[in-house]
Every structure is written in structure tokens, then in C-alpha cells.
């Protein structure tokens, strides 16, 4: 099947007539008969009744119209938008990130970036870090939101820090542990603790602060959460207590009751996660470079 056979099938249908459906398409009739004939087989069904007086559509061509019609209107907006793309020299800029609380954290550095750029176009990806980490190897990212361990295997990569985050504990307004200045693990042996699936913010990729969490989620009735606004959600309503990197807490949770996580002995202070910029070597695109300007005024 292809668009001609499908231009003409729509044609003859809309004007019931092979003769001016040819003269429409500038094809000769034994043309367009031969493409109706071909779809014909291809779909293994008659799309028109033809006698000599007249030409109609078959119940299975009536059914078929409004699909084809869709398909050539579809094709037809793809066409134009290429067209438009290539006539204003318009590039697209492809970031990727794991959490939803990072898209709105990029408000407005995107905003500065169309200033400076307007013909670049950003796309923003947000998915789990293993899928993000394939896009990215095969050159379908432009950038990644990561921290240093997230990318470490990945060939060919730099990465800029542009903050050393923490782990912080999300604690519901009932629960015995709000006011205290930071948490220990030990404190909370006998919470339920919502987390983020390891997909997300993988705890071997990310921080040793997460081994903790994986293990206990073993043993323990915790939740594994699929985003971040699920897991501030639950913690809000009281489901438990939500332990997340700073980069996963929404704008809007910040002023809820935030308490630093530190889960090892050896890291009394919280564990530093080192959050920033991963992009490909040799890209020296000048609107990567702003971008990385503007993100490490907004984080730095």
C-alpha cells in the first residue's frame, strides 16, 4: 500500500468517476484503474461496485475511506511540517531527565534559551534512567540530567557538576520524627518508606545512600513509586515517609517538611550526590553551551 494507491482510491470515491478522478491526478484512467486494483488485492477485498452507468462504494470501501482519508491527511501535515522545519533552518534540542520534578525546574532556563536561540527547538524526554541511558548512547540525546555515577560507564560522555545534592526525607505533619534537624537509618527502621523504583534513580548508579533503601524494600512493607509526585503525594497524605535526592523533590514541596537523610555512620552530614550536565564529547553546538550557562546559574 502507498500514498498513490491511496490518493487515488480517495479520489474516485469523493467523485465517483475513474474519468475525472484521472483528470484530477494527471494519471490516465488505465492508471488509476490499476492502482484501485492493486489495493484491491492488497487488501483482499472489492472498494468499488463499477458498471458501466455507475460506480459506487462497497460496504468494506465506505469503511475504508475515513482510514485513508486520515492517512493522507496525516501524511500531508508531516510533509508540511518538514517543509517548515527546513525553510526556517530549525534544529531540535533533545534533553532527556528522570524525574518530573527536573522538567519544571527548567522553566526558565528554557525561556532564556529561545531568547538566545529562537530557531532551536527543545525536546524534553522523561523516562527511566535505563531508557534515557540508551537514548543517549545512540546520539537521540542531545543532554541528560544525571548525576556523575549515573553516567560513569558511558563512553564518550562529559559531565559537568553543577550542585552537590542530598538525600532528603519527606515527613507527613503526624509523624513522630517532624522538627528533627536531619534523619538517620536507624531512624527509620520501623517507618514505611516510599521510594522511587531503582529504574529511576538506580541506586548502584547513583549514590551509596541507596543500598540501604534497596535492601530494607526487600524485607519491609515499603512503596515503590513510578515518579516523583506520586511518592510527595502519599508521603503528604500520611502513606509514610519519602526518601529521595534532592533533585527528585518538586518546587512545590519544598515547603513541607524536608529532613536530610543520612544513612550510613560514615556520612553523619548526608551523603553529597554530584548533580549536573551529561553531553556528548565532541558536541560544541554554541546553544549546548548556553544551555549549560543557564543551568549552572539556576543550580550552581
Known sequence: MNTQQLKCFVCVADKLNFTKAAEELFLSVPTVTHHIKNLEEELGTLLFIRTSKIVKLTDAGNHFYADAKDILDKFDMAEKKIKKIISRNTKFFKIGCTSNAE??????ILSSLRKSFPNI???LTQRDYFSLKNLFVNKQLDVML??????????????IKTKDMKTYAIVPDDSHLKGKNKISFEDLKNECIIALH?????????SKDQDPIMIRSQTNFDIICENDQTAVLLAKCGYGITVLPEFCIPEKALNMNLIPVYLSNEHENGHDIEYGI???????S????????YFKEQFG
Open 278 to 284: 551529561a553531553f556528548h564529547r565532541n558536541d560544541r
Open 286 to 293: 554554541k546553544y549546548l553551551n548556553e544551555f549549560i550557562k
Open 103 to 108: 522538567i519544571f525546574y527548567l522553566e526558565k
Open 198 to 206: 531503582p529504574k529511576f534513580i538506580p541506586f548502584h548508579y547513583m
Open 146 to 159: 544525571a548525576t556523575r555515577e549515573m553516567i560513569r560507564d558511558i563512553p564518550e560522555c562529559r559531565f
Open 121 to 123: 527547538y527543545t525536546q
